[in-house]
């Protein structure tokens, strides 16, 4: 198959799913057209199938929002007709899904069938899609897809709920690859970090509010206060800053490293004991099943898809939104000796297992097929 892969290039989960699909459908022998405003974070290597396509913003002094949405369009019809593509997958609904729908027009204008599958990946329906401002254009985008896919059941739910939706969402899970993500030994860095064994405990985020990491510090501050512990906070963001200051006044300060943006997560996770996601919303939790591919048990709130991820009491526990005790003691739970700690670690990677890329793929894969078909059945 040729593919047209349409996804934010950034490090984010939806853009990381898909550019790590489209490796994984290349690796497979299929062509795959990576389109977007930025060469995807995971993709900077030369692999043979694998093209990027990048969508320039001409400026332009009367705009003040420069048009992204149609420069993206018409990249897509271009791609389309030059690459001879035979499905687009589009990533994230917003702008996404409306630029593809708005290419697949213009193309049929020109007699170029091509169907597209949007796959929601949360806050596009969660926080920004049921957003009025712009709830109507996503409601229709989805509705002149071919296919929809959702990454949790919890995000099929949501979908159906607020856009009362009642075209078939199919739920395809988000993936990890096993080559990457695993306990690798890194005792030395592990020594570094807790000179005196005391446990790791690791979050990783784009540090939005939505991540509450200010509930990653009192979860820490109450675990530490027990037993010895380190946290290690991975990534960057909006909130980074502040609580780093916030960090420095309290009394914890030698006991928490701001690592910053990491690309050798999995080196970080590998001396991981636990791993915190208190997150407001979350329709999957890549981060969480990253973690657990590396045997790091997790702590997380039960919203969204998280308990479908972090099965409580068997892979770490999901506790309420904002119920920093109750995260507290299960991780203390969690931490509290070295046996029941291995036996998290086992149920961890196990339950990762099922989320395996080379299992969860080809699924991808078929419903690419399925869509094509039924789509050249309806426009013969
Ligand atoms: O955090 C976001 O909202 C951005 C989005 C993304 O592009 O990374 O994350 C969502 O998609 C990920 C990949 O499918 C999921 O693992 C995250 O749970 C989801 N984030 C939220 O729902 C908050």
Do not use: W
Not at 235 to 241: A, S
Not at 331 to 349: P, T
């Amino acid at each position: 198959m040729n593919i047209g892969i349409i996804c934010y290039p950034t490090y984010g989960g939806s853009g990381v799913v898909a550019t790590e699909l489209g490796k994984s459908m290349g690796a497979k022998g299929h062509k795959v057209h990576f389109i977007s405003y930025d060469q995807p974070a995971r993709l900077d290597f030369f692999a043979e199938n694998l093209y990027y396509h990048e969508v320039n913003v001409s400026e332009y002094p009367l705009f003040k929002y420069p048009p992204y949405e149609i420069a993206l369009s018409s990249k897509i019809v271009e791609i389309v007709k030059s690459a001879n593509l035979d499905i687009l997958h589009v990533h994230y609904a917003i702008p996404h899904a409306a630029a593809a729908v708005m290419a697949k027009y213009v193309l049929r204008e020109e007699g170029v069938q091509i169907p597209i599958i949007t796959t929601l990946h949360g806050t596009d329906i969660t926080l920004v899609g049921k957003d009025a401002t712009y709830g109507p254009v996503i409601h229709y985008s989805l509705n002149q897809s071919e296919g929809v896919t959702a990454v949790s059941e919890s995000l099929k739910t949501d979908t159906k709920d607020i856009f009362q939706f009642e075209k078939e969402i199919r739920v395809i899970p988000n993936f990890v690859d096993f080559a990457r993500f695993q306990r690798q030994p890194k005792e030395h860095f592990k020594l570094a970090i807790a000179p005196n064994k005391e446990r790791i405990v690791i979050h990783t985020s784009n540090f939005r509010k939505v991540k509450r990491v200010d509930d990653v510090m009192s979860v820490f501050r109450l675990i530490q206060q027990q037993l010895p512990a380190r946290l290690l906070m991975v990534g960057d963001g909006p909130e980074r800053v502040r609580l780093e200051r916030e960090c420095r006044n309290s009394n914890m300060c030698d006991k928490i490293t701001f690592l910053g943006k990491q690309d050798a997560v999995e080196e970080i996770l590998s001396v991981g004991d636990l791993f915190l996601m208190p997150s407001e919303t979350e329709s999957f939790g890549l981060a969480a099943l990253e973690a657990m591919a590396c045997q790091v048990p997790v702590i997380s709130s039960n919203t969204g898809g998280l308990p479908e991820v972090n099965v409580n009491g068997v892979t770490g526990f999901t506790c309420d939104v904002g119920d920093v005790e109750a995260m507290a003691q299960r991780g203390i739970e969690v931490l509290q000796s070295d046996e029941v700690l291995q036996k998290f670690k086992e149920n961890a990677v196990n339950h990762a297992k099922t989320y395996d890329i080379h299992s969860v793929c080809p699924i991808y894969e078929a419903y690419y097929e399925e869509v094509i078909e039924k789509h050249l059945q309806s426009v013969v």
